[in-house]
């Protein structure tokens, strides 16, 4: 049976999942986790990188082919532990259109971050203080859903705009792409991406990053996860998932 994941203004085990989230603390996992999303390698050449490839804003095209794919890896890699600690829960997605802003269930839980420093909310005036504008709105997050198009076109624009702009909005370490596993809302801000892409997969089947080789390992779940074997959410044995849909707008 699939896991479902729900929006964050209907999911209603918060408590549970602070617990699971302290617990990952404590035992280091959730650390560990975070050092995955950060790693950095040198170049020859002197050119910093992400280890793992998986920004094309801070790796050119092959980051943006890998972008969506790797972080539909991560977020698995997250809700294994997750479950390890309580089977009964998901990764709820950040219902960025519905919840407009109010962080609903999020608010109080930040785990390793050290703050936010939130922008203004949707319609809010720009008061002069530098806050960023609200990132999202439903016409913007429905375009996306019914884009038919290129895959790296689409790829792209998700993460150029409400993928970078969500984590800017949010700010504190989210705003360092380092070190923004350390608040909790990066794993929902993410799931919320990735019901985009899956919406998006409906309407443009068979269309792929075009990678080969190496490109297409999820490096560091090559063993288990390439570009091919997790593109169906659906086909993932007991790591399967789905996305309960979003409260109407």
Same mark, same amino acid.
């Given at each position: 049976?699939?896991?479902? %994941?729900?929006?964050? &203004?209907? +999911?209603?085990?918060?408590?549970?999942?602070?617990?699971?989230?302290?617990?990952?603390?404590? @035992?280091?996992? #959730?650390?560990?986790? &975070?050092?995955?999303?950060?790693?950095?390698?040198?170049?020859?050449?002197?050119?910093?990188?992400?280890?793992?490839?998986?920004?094309? =804003?801070? #790796?050119?095209?092959?980051?943006?082919?890998?972008?969506?794919? *790797?972080? %539909?890896?991560? /977020?698995?890699?997250?809700?294994?532990? /997750?479950?390890?600690?309580?089977?009964?829960? =998901?990764?709820? #997605?950040?219902?960025?259109?519905?919840?407009?802003?109010? /962080?609903?269930?999020?608010?109080?839980?930040?785990?390793?971050?050290?703050?936010?420093?939130?922008?203004?909310?949707? !319609?809010?005036? !720009?008061?002069? =203080?530098?806050?960023?504008? *609200?990132? @999202? @709105?439903?016409?913007?997050?429905?375009?996306? $859903?019914?884009?038919?198009?290129?895959? #790296? &076109? +689409?790829?792209?624009?998700?993460?150029? $705009?409400?993928?970078?702009?969500?984590?800017?909005?949010?700010?504190? !370490?989210?705003?360092?792409?380092?070190?923004?596993?350390?608040?909790?809302?990066?794993?929902?801000?993410?799931?919320?991406i990735d019901r985009i892409w899956s919406e998006w997969q409906k309407r443009n089947p068979g269309e792929k990053p075009y990678l080969e080789g190496l490109e297409r390992k999820l490096d560091p779940w090559g063993d288990t996860f390439d570009i091919d074997t997790i593109d169906d959410i659906s086909n /993932?044995?007991?790591? =399967?998932?789905?996305?309960?849909?979003?409260?109407?707008?």
């Open positions: 049976m699939a896991i479902i %994941r729900r929006s964050n &203004v209907a +999911f209603t085990q918060w408590h549970d999942f602070r617990l699971a989230i302290n617990e990952m603390i404590t @035992s280091g996992t #959730y650390k560990a986790l &975070v050092d995955i999303h950060g790693a950095m390698e040198r170049d020859p050449d002197g050119f910093n990188r992400t280890k793992h490839r998986m920004h094309g =804003s801070m #790796y050119g095209p092959i980051g943006f082919r890998r972008f969506l794919a *790797w972080h %539909r890896a991560f /977020l698995i890699a997250f809700e294994r532990e /997750l479950r390890n600690i309580n089977p009964s829960l =998901s990764i709820p #997605y950040w219902d960025w259109d519905n919840d407009a802003g109010q /962080l609903i269930g999020i608010a109080n839980i930040i785990g390793l971050s050290s703050g936010r420093s939130l922008g203004r909310l949707p !319609d809010e005036p !720009d008061d002069g =203080s530098g806050k960023p504008e *609200w990132f @999202s @709105s439903a016409n913007q997050t429905r375009s996306l $859903e019914e884009f038919e198009g290129d895959y #790296y &076109v +689409f790829s792209n624009f998700l993460e150029r $705009e409400p993928h970078n702009r969500g984590h800017g909005w949010i700010g504190g !370490d989210m705003g360092n792409p380092m070190i923004s596993p350390n608040d909790p809302i990066f794993w929902m801000h993410h799931a919320q /993932l044995g007991n790591d =399967s998932y789905e996305y309960e849909e979003p409260i109407p707008f």
